[in-house]
T-cell receptor, first 109, second 115 residues
Framework: EDKVVQSPLSLVVHEGDTVTLNCSYE??????LLWYKQEKKAPTFLFML????IEKKSGRLSSILDKKELFSILNITATQTGDSAVYLC?????????FGTGTRLKVLA | DGGITQSPKYLFRKEGQNVTLSCEQN?????MYWYRQDPGQGLRLIYY???????QKGDIAEGYSVSREKKESFPLTVTSAQKNPTAFYLC??????????????FGAGSRLTVL
């Protein structure tokens, strides 16, 4: 089924930096794209994007979808050590969710 | 509070033993999923179920079995045929109303270690 590709695979930054994580997807009957944050436990939901060009925002995190170019970005501004995690994007396929391999972010104090 | 309960949280197993991981949800979700996660890896789908008494193999079903006798329950059995079962196992569910715009909710996970 359609792939979801995330980049970079890993990233190391210092506190206060801004990061941009990428998620690209192939498309067959696109309906939504989801972002999750995973620390050493279960993934927690961040955003669901369904419409192109509309930014979703929560505190220092924001995300936007480009349905024409088939990608989404997740921005984190003024990073903190608590942002260190694996960030996953996923999209629903025919009967299941397709996940990317994730971006591992490490924020150094 | 609604959610997904997975048990046990940690499990140790000897080689050759079958183990069953429990997953119960009280969200009234139709679809349930089992994922496996290895260190530094993404999520790989083991099995999924859209309705009661029906389930489908995912990408890595070999050595695993499931049942869906009740809407709220989707247990996973890791059999002795699974060659490398040490991993973090995640159960998830979603309403799956056909819109494709539903959030996938996860349980807290079960960490299985084979000794």
């Amino acid at each position: 089924e359609d792939k979801v590709v995330q980049s970079p695979l890993s990233l190391v930054v210092h506190e206060g930096d801004t990061v941009t994580l990428n998620c690209s997807y192939e498309v067959t009957n696109f309906r939504s794209l989801l972002w999750y944050k995973q620390e050493k436990k279960a993934p927690t939901f961040l955003f669901m994007l369904t419409s192109s060009g509309i930014e979703k925002k929560s505190g220092r995190l924001s995300s936007i979808l480009d349905k024409k170019e088939l990608f989404s970005i997740l921005n984190i501004t003024a990073t903190q050590t608590g942002d260190s995690a694996v960030y996953l994007c996923a999209r629903p396929g025919t009967y299941k969710y397709i996940f990317g391999t994730g971006t591992r972010l490490k924020v150094l104090a | 509070d609604g959610g997904i309960t997975q048990s046990p949280k940690y499990l140790f197993r000897k080689e050759g033993q079958n183990v069953t991981l429990s997953c119960e949800q009280n969200l009234n979700h139709d679809a349930m999923y089992w994922y496996r996660q290895d260190p530094g890896q993404g999520l790989r789908l083991i099995y999924y179920s859209q309705i009661v008494n029906d389930f489908q193999k995912g990408d890595i079903a070999e050595g695993y079995s499931v049942s869906r006798e009740k809407k709220e329950s989707f247990p996973l059995t890791v059999t002795s045929a699974q060659k490398n079962p040490t991993a973090f196992y995640l159960c998830a569910s979603t309403p799956w109303d056909g819109t494709g715009a539903n959030v996938l909710t996860f349980g807290a996970g079960s960490r299985l270690t084979v000794l």
